[in-house]
């Protein structure tokens, strides 16, 4: 078995090979189209092919459960068009074995995989991040028109800090700092305006800085209509400030970065940050199981697989059969995308969200195969009625 086992790998990976290097070069292509629209003085047709090459693991790291069930179909329809899963399950080998037998080949990808999810694409991601800022002025992700905005407790002050950062210019640095700081009883205590900003060690420095102080009992005087004897507010201009924050370089990109494409301690880390700040998190929690799940759908499309491959067509298989694998898994795509938009409306639990496409596919993959075996009771009813209609 172990012999069969090499062959069937050996097969199954130079199928998926082919498959990933077209999907993800047809990505890559209209990918490229579209930016050429971008191209101009200050983005070149070098740095865009640089942009695109930064985008090759986020594709492939998307392409890769479909690109697997799509190479196990044409691996396994090529296998039987040439008699030879005939011949093993003529030795002894059930249809489970054969499923078992997949699943330990599809082991290395499941490795492969995790380090894809957790090294590369963040760092591509990243790093791709980074380079728009500096070529195109902006990026991706999590900003809105205003910029991109924090909210985080003061434990100096017992209140809570908002702060709102225009630009990112990558390492650390921003620009266009905006502070809201807040009473424990969510008056305004100050307001403060800086050009630009750095973090550094657990700190927030700001540069050219204007802070409006506004004094405790401003909303008291203002309401006795009577000209106060102190000023309610003081405006001072500083050339330097520290202000002592939970923010580091490392959380400021996690709000750039898309959450699914983002280390799981990366995720670990800005999740026990946003909660800590009582900010919403159901975004990234999602994405936290999405990614302890995704070794698992490389299972699920192994899964999916098997039957296919041992469905028996006269004419045509292979290519019904690669036919039957593409809709099979632009469905399985479009039914993730569901669950992910219908778990976010309807409030569901993470893992379900994650998983529940995932259980539901392998089910039911799992109850055809036992459909398809001669020793199913069902399956052989179906048979016999096969028989008898052909011979009517």
Do not use: C
Not at 18 to 39: N, R, S
Not at 219 to 241: F, G, K, W, Y
Not at 289 to 306: C, D, E, N, Q, S
Not at 309 to 320: C, V, W
Request: no cysteine; proline share 4%.
């Amino acid at each position: 078995m172990r012999t069969a086992r090499h062959y069937l790998a050996r097969e199954i990976y130079r199928s998926t090979l082919v498959v990933l290097v077209a999907l993800v070069g047809l990505f890559m292509f209209f990918a490229l189209i579209e930016g050429l629209d971008k191209v101009g003085e200050r983005l070149s047709l070098v740095n865009l092919l640089y942009l695109q090459a930064l985008d090759l693991p986020n594709h492939l790291y998307e392409l890769l459960p479909i690109g697997l069930l799509i190479g196990a179909v044409l691996a396994l329809a090529g296998l039987a068009q040439r008699n030879e899963l005939t011949i093993l399950r003529a030795s002894g080998v059930s249809g489970l074995k054969l499923l078992g037998t997949l699943w330990l080949i599809a082991i290395p990808l499941m490795a492969g995989a995790y380090v894809l999810s957790e090294y590369i694409t963040p760092a591509a991601e990243l790093h791709g991040s980074e380079s728009r800022l500096a070529l195109l002025g902006r990026t991706d992700g999590g900003r809105l028109s205003s910029g991109y905005w924090f909210k985080e407790s003061d434990p100096a002050t017992g209140g809570t800090r908002v702060i709102n950062i225009h630009r990112l210019d990558g390492k650390g640095r921003v620009q266009g700092v905006v502070l809201y700081e807040f009473r424990p009883d969510d008056t305004l205590r100050a307001y403060v305006q800086a050009e630009r900003g750095e973090f550094d060690q657990g700190s927030l420095i700001l540069d050219d800085l204007t802070e409006t102080r506004i004094h405790s009992q401003s909303a008291s005087a203002l309401s006795d209509a009577q000209v106060p004897q102190t000023p309610i507010a003081q405006v001072v201009h500083l050339d330097q400030r520290s202000i002592p924050t939970s923010l580091t370089p490392e959380r400021l990109i996690a709000r750039i970065l898309t959450p699914e494409r983002m280390a799981i301690t990366d995720l670990l880390d800005y999740i026990q940050y946003l909660q800590s700040n009582h900010l919403q998190t159901d975004r990234q929690e999602v994405a936290l199981w999405r990614k302890l799940a995704y070794p698992f759908t490389l299972l699920v499309m192994m899964t999916i697989a098997t039957p296919i491959g041992f469905m028996q067509t006269r004419r045509g298989g292979a290519g019904a059969k690669v036919f039957l694998g593409i809709i099979l898994g632009v469905g399985f795509f479009m039914l993730n995308q569901l669950a992910l938009n219908a778990g976010m409306l309807g409030d569901w639990p993470p893992w379900a969200t994650a998983l529940v496409p995932s259980l539901l596919a392998l089910g039911l993959a799992f109850l055809i195969l036992l459909l398809m075996e001669h020793r199913h009771p069902l399956a052989l009813w179906w048979r016999q009625r096969r028989l008898q209609r052909n011979t009517t």
